[in-house]
């Protein structure tokens, strides 16, 4: 009897057909029914496809691993709001002493959001009910985001040697001020790492949608998609600042563009720091929901085992 196409197909995809390893023992799954188990270590089989992950949530991943989220959550909301406040108390204190400790608060914030950024995009652990290799999951999310978050502690280092260099030859201890390609060195640094922080913002909202927290998930999605339209019209003014435009064109351009993008910076930047004081109680949730969880889970099997002593006893006695 001849099959068609379709039921082919499907025959087909009901197998692993290519070189892949459990990721709980190892064993090569090729030859079996990706709707069966793995034969060494009993983990489910499934084929391979974009968004599944099991049947887990952020509330069952270990206890190490959740503490550690949580310390990156927090790590990030604190850095966020202390970025966002200091700059304001640089024309303030204009004195030496009072700019360097500004310039030092600023490095650890940002030293402390490079440090919650590696701790919250830390790959997924691997439980029982994991159907695919964490490391391979959000993985170029996952390196863009630290690699870009590097930018800000940088950008905060160049940004201290040309602010010492300027002050120098305003005093006239220097004869020359910061160097362009200080300056230019500082722009790419920040328009990296503010870049950055789309994926970082994508890549925590997977997250969320792992914690099965959807409007969380949500909202990091549209701050991804804000931070995009500040970037843009960021670039815009830029653009306005160094090309030669006539004085009325130029007016016409960066007046609105400046205002819209003030307005757009200050909405981005407060939405993300409302999500991040949302990630930072979700971890929190999930720890005390994993700890009570196990310790339910522990009184059971206290409980179990004293009835099947109490069983035993009486069994005896007969």
């Given at each position: ?38 034969p ?15 049947n ?165 999605r ?10 843009f ?49 979700m971890?929190?949730w ?8 196990q ?18 006893a ?5």
């Amino acid at each position: 009897m001849r099959t068609s196409g379709h039921t082919q197909s499907e025959a087909a995809q009901s197998y692993v057909n290519e070189d892949r390893r459990c990721i709980g023992c190892g064993y090569n799954l090729k030859g079996l029914k990706s709707s069966g188990k793995c034969p060494e270590c009993g983990r489910p089989i499934v084929k391979r496809r974009r968004g599944v992950r099991g049947n887990d949530s952020l509330v069952h991943a270990p206890t190490g691993w959740l503490l550690k989220f949580k310390a990156g959550a927090m790590l990030l909301m604190s850095a966020a709001a202390i970025a966002v406040v200091l700059p304001f108390a640089v024309p303030v204190l204009r004195r030496a002493a009072f700019e360097y400790a500004i310039f030092g608060a600023m490095m650890l914030a940002t030293l402390g959001w490079w440090v919650g950024t590696w701790l919250t995009t830390r790959a997924r652990p691997v439980m029982p009910t994991t159907t695919i290799d964490p490391r391979e999951e959000w993985f170029w999310l996952r390196v863009l985001s630290r690699v870009s978050q590097a930018g800000w502690p940088l950008a905060v280092g160049v940004g201290m040697v040309i602010a010492r260099m300027n002050a120098a030859f305003a005093t006239g201890a220097a004869a020359t001020g910061a160097p362009m390609s200080l300056l230019i060195a500082e722009s790419i640094l920040c328009a990296v790492a503010a870049a950055g922080i789309v994926p970082l913002c994508v890549y925590l909202s997977n997250v969320s949608h792992w914690a099965s927290d959807w409007a969380l998930m949500m909202n990091f999605r549209a701050c991804s998609m804000s931070v995009s339209a500040t970037a843009f019209l960021g670039t815009l003014a830029v653009l306005g600042i160094f090309m030669p435009l006539p004085p009325g064109v130029n007016a016409l351009v960066n007046g609105p563009v400046l205002t819209f993008g003030g307005l757009f910076l200050l909405l981005a930047v407060g939405h993300l720091l409302w999500c991040l004081w949302r990630l930072r109680g979700m971890a929190s949730w999930a720890v005390i929901n994993h700890v009570t969880a196990q310790m339910h889970a522990e009184k059971t099997k206290e409980q179990a085992a004293r009835m099947a002593a109490a069983h035993k006893a009486q069994a005896r006695r007969k």
